[in-house]
């Protein structure tokens, strides 16, 4: 073997251990935390708050962040999983759904993206 092709053998292993694997997305439904949670500890130990950019995810990671887009209003926005729920979709803080522009009831429609 001569020393191009080491070289780009060499290249192309190395680029396949760094590059991100390609993003999963699922379409779900998203829910609001209720106003009780408020100044509540959290499953990953930080203090939830209404007015800060946040989720729960049933089996992301705390911290993982994902891109959650509304299809009815086309707005998305980057969120970071905070806490876990017991649902098969995301929740989102009060402050998340006013930017996704989640109707008043609470529930809408999503993609994510992680």
Not at 33 to 41: D, S, T, V
Not at 43 to 62: F, K, P, Q, W
Not at 80 to 92: G, M
């Amino acid at each position: 073997m001569t020393f191009s092709k080491r070289f780009l053998t060499a290249t192309i292993v190395w680029l396949a251990a760094h590059l991100p694997s390609p993003a999963k997305a699922e379409s779900i439904t998203a829910t609001v935390y209720h106003q009780w949670y408020n100044g509540r500890p959290d499953a990953c130990g930080t203090i939830y708050r209404d007015s800060v950019v946040s989720a729960a995810h049933a089996y992301l990671r705390c911290g993982t962040k994902v891109w959650v887009s509304n299809p009815r209003t086309g707005k998305s926005l980057l969120v970071r999983i905070t806490d876990r729920c017991a649902c098969s979709s995301i929740d989102l803080s009060y402050r998340a759904a006013v930017l996704l522009g989640v109707p008043t009831d609470g529930i809408a429609r999503v993609r994510i993206s992680y």
